[in-house]
């Protein structure tokens, strides 16, 4: 086994001197925010995605909390979400003071199963908040079929998949609304950020409100003065900076590198490990196109997950595991959610190991996770 010189980290950032200099010159601008970087950069990711409507965000739990307020979910609502997952996509659902019912999981494409989603329907059910786990987009059609069938509304937690694609068309363009994350991690950067993508306008004017206090300029406030504005609703700070969406644009020219360059790690690993019995790769729902935010494998149940996880993190090589259920954690415990409920989310996870990938990564990168890994599984 051959120990790498630095550590290796799951997923990181991709900043070159184009990138600093576009934040440098919005610097020594008149804006740092609530300036014209930010509609800049909405119409940016608005025409790459395919939609009307972008409104940017100081980050993706921001963003989820902005499409539950535009969907008008409150307290007696229930939605539907995954328990693999980040906690934000469920959270946003308790900050409107909705309930969140899981579904379980697809045992192959570990993404939420429509057939769990429509048994957990009720008359108190009002949206669906699937998640394109790993950058792999929910099996839509099926959802929206759903949604249309109940009359429900489909928010689609897009953190990980910007630029991935279902049957040809964009992620954003399939759900009501979609949010994008630009934590570090993600297919782009913009340090901390996020955005709801949409179609529709109703949606649009109730987040723009929603982001900024609830405040706007009514038609009285018109007549007023131009100082004079109104708080209409109770909204929240959730503006990006301009000094954020500046980095988003320069960002965004680059994020089909960046997900050809995750395409090709991908290849590489399944490849390596298709023949590996101890090693489930990955399986792509037909006619997708993941964004591959993560890779992640499943490991056979004779071998010790944190045995060969610490190996690896000895070796600086960054494995990590994502996620814990949702409703594992002691917050969800406490509202009475037990384990057990999604069964193939809970046996997933036990078995489930996150290997490096990200376009930062060479090809000597991607060998040595490859070897390390390999050696570390047949003498555990």
């Known amino acids: 086994m051959e120990k790498r010189y630095e550590f290796l980290s799951y997923g990181r950032q991709s900043i070159d001197e184009v990138d600093i200099q576009t934040v440098i010159d919005t610097l020594l601008s008149p804006y740092l925010t609530q300036g014209p970087k930010i509609i800049e950069f909405e119409k940016a990711i608005a025409e790459y995605v395919g939609t009307k409507y972008a409104v940017a965000f100081s980050n993706g739990t921001a963003a989820l909390h902005g499409a539950c307020y535009a969907a008008g979910i409150g307290v007696g609502d229930e939605v539907i979400t995954t328990p693999i997952t980040f906690a934000a996509s469920a959270n946003c659902v308790r900050y409107m003071g909705g309930t969140v019912v899981f579904a379980d999981i697809d045992a192959e494409t570990y993404n939420i199963d429509p057939v769990e989603i429509e048994k957990k329907i009720t008359p108190k059910t009002k949206a669906i908040i699937p998640v394109d786990f790993t950058g792999q987009p929910a099996d839509m059609d099926k959802i929206m079929d759903i949604a249309k069938k109940h009359n429900l509304i489909v928010i689609e937690d897009g953190a990980h998949s910007l630029g991935a694609e279902y049957k040809g068309k964009k992620t954003g363009t399939l759900a009501d609304m979609t949010m994008f994350s630009f934590h570090p991690v993600k297919p782009i950067t913009t340090a901390e950020g996020g955005i709801i993508v949409t179609n529709n306008e109703e949606f649009y004017n109730k987040l723009i409100l929603f982001r900024s206090h609830g405040i706007e300029k009514t038609e009285y ?120 409920l999604c069964t193939i989310a809970e046996q997933w996870y036990e078995s489930a190991l996150t290997l490096p990938i990200h376009q930062s990564m060479t090809d000597e990168d991607v060998k040595l996770v490859i070897s390390n890994l390999t050696e570390v599984v047949k003498t555990s």
């Open 221 to 340: 406030a018109k007549e007023q003065g131009d100082w004079y504005y109104e708080m209409t609703e109770l909204g929240y700070n959730y503006r990006m900076t301009d000094l954020q969406a500046a980095l988003g644009l320069s960002q965004i020219t680059k994020i089909d590198h960046f997900l050809k360059r995750r395409r090709e790690i991908a290849r590489m690993y399944n490849l390596a490990f298709e023949d590996i019995s101890e090693i489930v790769i990955p399986k792509q729902l037909e006619e997708t196109n993941s964004g591959w935010h993560l890779y992640m494998i499943q490991l056979d149940a004779k071998l010790n997950r944190k045995d060969i996880f610490d190996k690896m993190r000895e070796l600086n090589i960054g494995v990590h595991v994502h996620y814990i259920p949702v409703y594992w954690h002691p917050y969800y415990q406490r509202l009475g959610y037990q384990k057990g």
